[in-house]
């Protein structure tokens, strides 16, 4: 261990002696203790946010049922989901809408998608990938859709982005997921800067509805419908 | 269990309020202030739970250090404390005549403010070792190894003095 110079140390010593509190000065330890006993909360901190947190839980259970507050608080949620992932959807109208260019996609096995075969019916085509969460939690709701308006004119697409070896093959050797409702296939090159997108076409085969990133279930159904009103 | 933590307050606060209030008033020296201040790190203590148990003295001694030098850098009370060492009180420091007191007061600041210009870790090394802390309470309360302790103490007299002569002269 060094020692320090001895002169450097009592120099320092020296110095900061003029620091030390006087020797007759006695802290008073009575008052001290009384003070901080003052000070202590009388009770500790988890049993001082009991009530608040049971009297919030109580109301919000009280209030979830109610429709309105059940729908702002839907409205909220989707509001920050939103912000937080940067989801869009671009509505085109009626007289703006282009023709959608299916030349890149083909089926699983490589032939290229006859989309004149979907003439006549609202398509959902929808761009996803294995590596994300999101595709597949949205694929269970576009499942839901094409079993719910099948019967008015409805298809799904379902088109992997994955490289090489879709995941879509291993989960449908035959192009089709278990139920029979989606269509898988794939395409030839990279659609669209964010994953998922998703493009809703109308009648004609034209692009009606662009949604990128979250989109909210409630969002793609008002938009499917509204499709499917059209004639 | 309430009852348990009281006692243990109680007692560490009896065995060591003293002392801490000595080394805050080292700092601040205001001893009102460093009655309240050493208040403030008992407080903590008692909502800190991972402090409790042996390791109580070190971790008094290093919030007392803190609370101490943050009083110090932050200089939200310099001015009172001017104004209030200014007036007779600073008598009680040993000085006796108008002169005297003048000295002490002048010699206070510069050390204070020569404390205040070096690193923390230096600085409370100097105070706790002016306080007559042995080596190993100050590795304890700073968390250094007992082996460097003597070193860093060293280095810190040196970069004290350093700085003292540097700002004022070898006076």
């Keep these: 261990m060094a020692t320090p110079d001895f002169d450097t140390e009592r120099w320092v010593d020296n110095r900061l002696g003029v620091l030390a509190p006087p020797d007759a000065w006695i802290p008073d330890q009575a008052r001290a203790l009384a003070a901080l006993r003052n000070r202590r909360p009388r009770v500790s901190r988890v049993w001082r946010w009991t009530p608040v947190v049971t009297l919030t839980a109580v109301l919000v259970l009280l209030l979830a049922p109610v429709p309105a507050v059940k729908g702002f608080a839907h409205a909220c949620g989707e509001f920050v989901r939103r912000s937080l992932t940067g989801g869009s959807a671009t509505h085109s109208a009626d007289a703006r809408r282009a023709l959608f260019n299916g030349t890149a996609l083909t089926s699983l096995d490589g032939q290229a998608f006859n989309l004149s075969d979907y003439r006549g019916k609202v398509v959902l085509v929808t761009y996803w990938s294995s590596r994300c969460s999101r595709c597949l939690s949205e694929m269970l709701w576009f499942q839901e859709f094409e079993q719910r308006y099948r019967a008015i004119g409805f298809a799904v697409l379902a088109i992997s982005v994955d490289g090489s070896e879709p995941a879509a093959l291993a989960l449908a050797p035959d192009g089709r997921d278990v139920n029979g409702s989606l269509r898988f296939g794939r395409t030839r090159e990279t659609p669209a800067n964010s994953i998922p997108t998703t493009v809703l076409l109308d009648r004609s085969g034209r692009v ?19 499709l499917l009103d059209e004639r | 269990m309430a009852e348990q ?6 007692t560490i606060f009896i065995a060591e309020y003293q002392r801490i209030a000595r080394v805050i008033a080292r700092v601040t020296r205001d001893p009102a202030r460093a009655e309240e201040l050493a208040v403030e790190v008992f407080l903590k203590w008692t909502r800190t739970p991972r402090a409790h148990g042996p390791q109580a003295p070190a971790w008094l001694y290093r919030a007392a250090v803190r609370v101490g030098l943050n009083e110090l850098r932050g200089g939200v009370r310099r001015s009172w404390y001017e104004r209030l060492f200014s007036q007779p009180q600073g008598s009680a420091y040993g000085a006796r005549t108008p002169e005297e007191l003048h000295s002490t007061t002048e010699e206070q600041l510069q050390v204070r403010t020569v404390l205040k210009a070096l690193s923390w870790r230096s600085s409370a090394l100097l105070l706790l070792r002016s306080e007559g802390l042995s080596y190993l309470e100050i590795a304890e309360t700073l968390k250094l190894n007992s082996a460097s302790v003597g070193t860093f103490v060293a280095r810190a007299q040196q970069e004290f003095r350093q700085e003292f002569v540097r700002r004022y002269g070898d006076a």
């Design chain 2, 5 to 10: 933590a009281e006692s243990d307050l109680e």
């Design chain 1, 208 to 226: 009606a509805v662009r949604h990128t990133g979250y989109c909210s279930k409630r969002e793609f159904e008002t938009d499917i419908q509204a």
